[in-house]
């Protein structure tokens, strides 16, 4: 039942904050271009982010990303919420904004309401991610593994606070569990 009721309140408070947001990228903030999607499918570790309710007591968070029947991406978010000790998912949908070859997308978890999925840094080899929402209180480090070299992940943290976002405020992301 609590699990259930959960459930419930990360749905109502994603909705809350999705109806809130816009699909725009935050001022100054600009996507990646030549993006390959098909490149970017698959699994994204959660190494840090900005905190917001929907996420908040959640640990070894991952993203999968996966083509959809009618082009667009389907998400399913995932992470551990230690106090229920069970895992939590919620299954989304994306699209492209501008285009196919630029990185920015508009997200759903529920019905017609989207927010920003903004990438405005990623490696040559779709290695790491740097995520950003509507806004910069929205950001999200990501990985194709669970952990970064300490050297990759202060090189990357760099880029984000050059960047605009409040890095001291960054929440990092425990992923020693098994992710199955």
């Known amino acids: 039942m609590l ?4 459930y419930f309140l990360f749905a ?24 390959e999607l098909t490149d970017y499918l698959g699994t994204w570790y959660e190494i840090a982010r900005l905190d917001h309710s929907f996420e908040q007591g959640l640990s070894n968070v991952t993203a999968q990303y996966s083509l ?7 998400v399913i978010n995932r992470g551990y919420a230690k106090e229920e000790q069970a895992w939590q998912e919620a299954e989304g949908k994306a699209y492209f904004v501008q285009d196919s070859a630029t990185g920015h997308l508009k997200v759903s978890f529920f019905g017609p309401f989207y927010g920003a999925y903004v990438i405005f840094n990623l490696d040559q080899a779709y290695q790491y991610s740097l995520v950003s929402g509507p806004d910069r209180s929205y950001f999200w480090l990501l ?11 202060a090189e990357l943290i760099a880029k984000a606070k050059a960047a605009g976002f409040a890095t001291e405020q960054l929440i990092f992301v425990d992923q020693t569990l098994n992710h199955e």
């Open 3 to 6: 699990r259930r009721l959960r």
């Open 12 to 35: 109502v408070v994603s909705l809350t904050s999705l109806t809130a947001c816009s699909v725009s990228a935050p001022k100054g903030i600009q996507p990646v271009t030549q993006f």
């Open 68 to 74: 959809r029947e009618d082009g667009g991406v389907k």
């Open 143 to 153: 990985s194709r593994t669970p952990s970064l070299t300490p050297e990759k992940q």
